[in-house]
């Protein structure tokens, strides 16, 4: 069974690159030059969980935001793991104590909050909920705009078509692939992004790699 998953992602990522290579020369060549499409995907034990972890990583470095969070997590009961209910017994001075901001400890209170009162869907929930959908939903918990939920679709869900416009790295990466001299605007994302629908989620990561590499 497990082989049988396998082969599905390799042939969605063959079915997806050869759409990319017709679709769009500039983006082709970047695919070209970058290689095999390795997204370092991040599976969701819960919205909840993974919400959590990305409101305790904003605008910190990966090594002090992994401490963070960590020591959040330890706040729990190690067999059961972070839970709303549990979230919102603990005091302020246990969380601040983990090394959260004020902003962000109200913020882990308000997911946990919006997560009982059913505004944070269930995984089975979220699994049939279209990509705007959830961006609606999820986007009502403080602290958490657009981009956070796009990173969670694209790495957490699998969404296929997912192109986050407003994404530093992402508009880098194009203005790599198009030899622009300036950034692109958001509007010149979108127009592109419907050459690249319905995999726009792999175009976002070959635009990432291109940042990173080819600048």
């Known amino acids: 069974m497990a082989k049988k998953s396998q082969d599905k992602s390799v042939h969605d990522a063959r079915r997806a690159l050869g759409h990319l290579r017709r679709a769009d020369p500039r983006l082709?060549?970047?695919?070209?030059?970058?290689?095999?499409?390795?997204?370092?995907?991040?599976?969701?034990?819960?919205?909840?969980?993974?919400?959590?972890?990305?409101?305790?990583?904003?605008?910190?470095?990966?090594?002090?935001?992994?401490?963070?969070?960590?020591?959040?997590?330890?706040?729990?009961?190690?067999?059961?793991?972070p839970h709303p209910e549990a979230l919102l017994e603990l005091p302020d001075h246990a969380l601040r104590g983990a090394g959260l901001s004020r902003n962000k400890l109200l913020a882990l209170r308000d997911l946990a909050s919006h997560t009982l009162n059913g505004t944070v869907p269930d995984r089975r929930q979220l699994a049939r909920m279209s990509d705007a959908e959830i961006i609606e939903r999820l986007t009502q918990v403080r602290g958490v705009g657009r981009w956070t939920v796009e990173m969670l679709l694209i790495f957490s869900l699998g969404r296929p078509d997912v192109l986050p416009v407003t994404d530093?790295?992402?508009?880098?990466?194009?203005?790599?692939?198009?030899?622009?001299?300036?950034?692109?605007?958001?509007?010149?994302?979108?127009?592109?992004?419907?050459?690249?629908?319905?995999?726009?989620?792999?175009?976002?990561?070959?635009?990432?790699?291109?940042?990173?590499?080819?600048?």
Not at 52 to 63: C, D, E, F, M, P
Not at 170 to 194: C, D, I, N
């Open 168 to 215: 530093l790295g992402v508009r880098k990466g194009f203005q790599v692939a198009y030899g622009m001299k300036r950034l692109p605007a958001h509007s010149t994302l979108e127009r592109a992004g419907r050459l690249w629908s319905p995999h726009r989620s792999v175009a976002a990561w070959y635009l990432w790699r291109a940042a990173d590499t080819l600048i």
């Open 28 to 81: 082709a060549a970047v695919i070209g030059k970058i290689g095999p499409y390795r997204p370092a995907m991040r599976p969701m034990k819960s919205p909840f969980d993974s919400l959590l972890r990305a409101i305790t990583y904003q605008q910190l470095s990966g090594k002090a935001a992994a401490t963070i969070h960590g020591r959040v997590v330890a706040l729990f009961p190690e067999d059961i793991g």
